[in-house]
Protein backbone atom coordinates (compact mmCIF):
# COMPACT_ATOMS: atom_id res chain seq x y z
CA UNK A 1 0.00 0.00 0.00
CA UNK A 2 1.57 3.61 -1.10
CA UNK A 3 -1.29 5.57 0.50
CA UNK A 4 -2.10 5.96 3.93
CA UNK A 5 -5.59 6.71 4.36
CA UNK A 6 -6.88 8.50 7.38
CA UNK A 7 -9.35 6.81 9.64
CA UNK A 8 -11.58 7.91 12.22
CA UNK A 9 -10.87 9.32 15.51
CA UNK A 10 -12.67 6.64 17.30
CA UNK A 11 -10.49 3.77 14.99
CA UNK A 12 -7.26 5.42 15.59
CA UNK A 13 -8.41 5.40 19.18
CA UNK A 14 -9.24 2.04 19.57
CA UNK A 15 -5.71 1.20 18.19
CA UNK A 16 -3.79 3.32 20.47
CA UNK A 17 -5.83 1.83 23.69
CA UNK A 18 -4.77 -2.16 22.11
CA UNK A 19 -1.15 -0.99 21.57
CA UNK A 20 -0.75 0.78 25.25
CA UNK A 21 -2.52 -1.99 26.68
CA UNK A 22 -0.43 -4.65 25.06
CA UNK A 23 2.62 -2.81 26.42
CA UNK A 24 1.26 -2.76 29.82
CA UNK A 25 -0.19 -6.79 29.68
CA UNK A 26 3.55 -7.02 28.80
CA UNK A 27 4.78 -5.26 31.65
CA UNK A 28 3.07 -7.24 34.39
CA UNK A 29 4.12 -10.59 32.43
CA UNK A 30 0.63 -11.42 31.62
CA UNK A 31 1.58 -13.42 28.59
CA UNK A 32 -1.10 -15.27 28.11
CA UNK A 33 -3.31 -12.31 27.76
CA UNK A 34 -1.11 -11.16 25.93
CA UNK A 35 -1.57 -14.10 23.54
CA UNK A 36 -5.05 -13.33 23.24
CA UNK A 37 -4.31 -10.34 21.24
CA UNK A 38 -2.50 -11.90 18.92
CA UNK A 39 -4.12 -12.94 15.72
CA UNK A 40 -3.55 -17.06 14.66
CA UNK A 41 -2.19 -15.47 11.53
CA UNK A 42 0.73 -13.86 13.22
CA UNK A 43 3.89 -12.49 11.70
CA UNK A 44 6.23 -11.21 14.34
CA UNK A 45 9.25 -9.72 12.60
CA UNK A 46 12.56 -8.06 13.76
CA UNK A 47 14.95 -8.42 10.87
CA UNK A 48 18.39 -7.97 11.49
CA UNK A 49 19.37 -4.56 10.52
CA UNK A 50 22.62 -4.48 8.16
CA UNK A 51 25.20 -0.75 7.21
CA UNK A 52 24.68 -0.49 3.88
CA UNK A 53 25.85 2.90 2.02
CA UNK A 54 22.38 5.26 0.95
CA UNK A 55 22.79 4.35 -2.81
CA UNK A 56 22.21 0.83 -2.36
CA UNK A 57 19.13 0.05 -3.21
CA UNK A 58 19.20 -3.32 -0.96
CA UNK A 59 18.43 -0.84 2.19
CA UNK A 60 19.11 -1.84 5.94
CA UNK A 61 17.34 -4.78 6.18
CA UNK A 62 15.79 -7.70 3.91
CA UNK A 63 13.86 -10.72 4.50
CA UNK A 64 16.85 -13.01 3.40
CA UNK A 65 19.26 -11.84 6.07
CA UNK A 66 19.22 -13.08 9.37
CA UNK A 67 16.51 -12.09 11.64
CA UNK A 68 15.99 -11.73 15.43
CA UNK A 69 12.38 -12.94 15.49
CA UNK A 70 10.72 -14.19 12.44
CA UNK A 71 7.84 -16.08 14.24
CA UNK A 72 4.50 -17.45 13.81
CA UNK A 73 1.62 -18.22 16.54
CA UNK A 74 3.52 -21.72 17.46
CA UNK A 75 6.92 -19.89 18.00
CA UNK A 76 4.87 -17.10 20.30
CA UNK A 77 3.33 -19.80 21.97
CA UNK A 78 6.57 -21.65 22.75
CA UNK A 79 8.30 -18.72 24.19
CA UNK A 80 5.49 -18.09 26.07
CA UNK A 81 5.65 -21.38 27.12
CA UNK A 82 9.31 -21.59 28.09
CA UNK A 83 8.96 -18.02 30.48
CA UNK A 84 6.26 -19.83 32.68
CA UNK A 85 8.35 -23.12 33.18
CA UNK A 86 10.83 -23.10 36.42
CA UNK A 87 13.69 -24.45 34.75
CA UNK A 88 13.98 -20.86 32.66
CA UNK A 89 17.22 -20.10 34.98
CA UNK A 90 17.71 -16.71 32.67
CA UNK A 91 14.12 -15.82 33.96
CA UNK A 92 14.69 -16.71 37.71
CA UNK A 93 14.13 -14.15 39.35
CA UNK A 94 12.08 -12.81 36.56
CA UNK A 95 13.22 -9.73 34.13
CA UNK A 96 11.45 -6.46 35.02
CA UNK A 97 10.06 -4.69 32.01
CA UNK A 98 9.01 -1.04 31.03
CA UNK A 99 7.49 -0.79 27.35
CA UNK A 100 6.94 2.75 27.08
CA UNK A 101 4.66 2.92 23.13
CA UNK A 102 5.06 6.30 21.36
CA UNK A 103 4.45 8.40 18.36
CA UNK A 104 1.50 6.43 17.11
CA UNK A 105 -0.20 6.61 13.37
CA UNK A 106 -2.79 4.85 12.38
CA UNK A 107 -4.51 4.84 8.74
CA UNK A 108 -6.67 2.03 7.06
CA UNK A 109 -5.12 -1.28 6.01
CA UNK A 110 -5.21 -2.83 2.79
CA UNK A 111 -8.19 -5.09 3.62
CA UNK A 112 -11.51 -4.23 5.10
CA UNK A 113 -11.44 -4.33 9.16
CA UNK A 114 -7.64 -4.27 9.07
CA UNK A 115 -5.45 -1.18 10.34
CA UNK A 116 -1.78 0.30 9.98
CA UNK A 117 -0.05 1.32 12.89
CA UNK A 118 3.30 2.97 12.99
CA UNK A 119 4.64 3.58 16.31
CA UNK A 120 8.17 4.08 18.36
CA UNK A 121 9.27 2.14 21.32
CA UNK A 122 11.76 2.06 24.34
CA UNK A 123 11.91 -1.35 26.33
CA UNK A 124 13.84 -0.68 29.68
CA UNK A 125 14.58 -4.26 30.99
CA UNK A 126 16.04 -4.64 34.52
CA UNK A 127 17.55 -7.60 35.90
CA UNK A 128 19.11 -8.89 39.35
CA UNK A 129 20.05 -5.53 41.64
CA UNK A 130 22.33 -3.39 38.75
CA UNK A 131 21.63 -4.75 35.32
CA UNK A 132 19.69 -2.92 33.00
CA UNK A 133 19.48 -2.94 29.12
CA UNK A 134 17.31 -0.69 26.64
CA UNK A 135 16.01 -0.81 23.56
CA UNK A 136 14.61 1.82 21.08
CA UNK A 137 13.48 1.54 17.76
CA UNK A 138 10.03 1.15 15.48
CA UNK A 139 7.31 -0.89 14.97
CA UNK A 140 4.83 -1.28 12.08
CA UNK A 141 2.24 -3.19 12.87
CA UNK A 142 -1.35 -4.68 11.21
CA UNK A 143 -3.71 -5.30 12.96
CA UNK A 144 -7.27 -6.55 12.17
CA UNK A 145 -10.88 -7.64 13.39
CA UNK A 146 -11.33 -10.84 14.35
CA UNK A 147 -14.21 -11.58 16.82
CA UNK A 148 -15.23 -8.89 18.79
CA UNK A 149 -12.15 -7.17 18.95
CA UNK A 150 -8.71 -6.28 17.44
CA UNK A 151 -5.94 -8.68 17.32
CA UNK A 152 -2.19 -8.18 16.23
CA UNK A 153 -1.89 -9.49 12.37
CA UNK A 154 2.02 -8.66 12.02
CA UNK A 155 4.38 -7.01 13.72
CA UNK A 156 7.80 -5.37 11.86
CA UNK A 157 10.15 -4.35 14.31
CA UNK A 158 13.51 -1.63 13.20
CA UNK A 159 15.97 -1.11 15.77
CA UNK A 160 18.77 1.57 14.57
CA UNK A 161 21.65 -1.35 16.04
CA UNK A 162 23.14 -3.10 13.83
CA UNK A 163 24.32 -5.14 16.51
CA UNK A 164 22.08 -6.32 19.70
CA UNK A 165 23.17 -3.60 22.25
CA UNK A 166 22.15 -6.18 25.09
CA UNK A 167 23.12 -9.79 26.15
CA UNK A 168 19.86 -11.43 25.20
CA UNK A 169 16.15 -10.48 23.73
CA UNK A 170 14.22 -12.16 25.93
CA UNK A 171 10.73 -9.83 25.93
CA UNK A 172 8.41 -8.78 22.86
CA UNK A 173 8.30 -5.58 21.53
Not at 138 to 164: F, H, M, Q, Y
Amino acid sequence: MNTLELVTLEEERAVQAFLLREARLLDEDRWDDWLLMVSERIHYWMPGIENRRREDARGGFNAEHMALFDDGYRELQRRVARFKQPSAWAEDPPTRNVHLISNIEVYAGENPGEYRAFSCFVNVRSRGLDEQYQIAGRREDVLCREGDGLKLLSRRILIPNATLPCKNINTFL
